[in-house]
Nanobody, 121 residues
Framework: QVLLEESGGGLVHPGGSLRLSCSAS????????MGWYRQGPGLQRELVAV???????NFGDSVKGRFAISRDNAKNTVYLQMNSLKPEDTADYYC???????????????WGQGTQVTVSS
């Protein structure tokens, strides 16, 4: 009912930058919070950043000051700008969206398939 398509992952050197994008499509009344989580090798999934429809943001401690999150509500798209990347940022990055479905009442949480980010020299 809410499909998320991610793009922008890849291989980058330490200190480099990448921008991830995630677009929501499907049948829904509204997209509320959108965000990114990540899961590194052998680690639990952790919060990277989230943004409300009004633009309020929250970041995981390990990325504060280096990553930025933004969204285009007209396109139902969220962006994650990642700067000063470190090897420990290597992970699969997952987009998530909290939506209200077409009935105007039902809450629905969707996850993307994940996009791989590798930070290595």
């Amino acid at each position: 009912q809410v499909l998320l398509e991610e793009s922008g992952g890849g291989l980058v050197h330490p200190g480099g930058s990448l921008r991830l994008s995630c677009s929501a499509s499907g049948s829904f009344f509204s997209i509320n919070n959108m965000g990114w989580y990540r899961q590194g090798p052998g680690l639990q999934r952790e919060l990277v950043a989230v943004i409300t429809s009004g633009g309020s943001t929250n970041f995981g401690d390990s990325v504060k000051g280096r990553f930025a999150i933004s969204r285009d509500n007209a396109k139902n798209t969220v962006y994650l700008q990642m700067n000063s990347l470190k090897p420990e940022d290597t992970a699969d990055y997952y987009c998530t969206a909290h939506a209200t479905l077409s009935d105007g009442r039902t809450a629905y949480t969707s996850w993307g398939q994940g996009t791989q980010v590798t930070v290595s020299s």
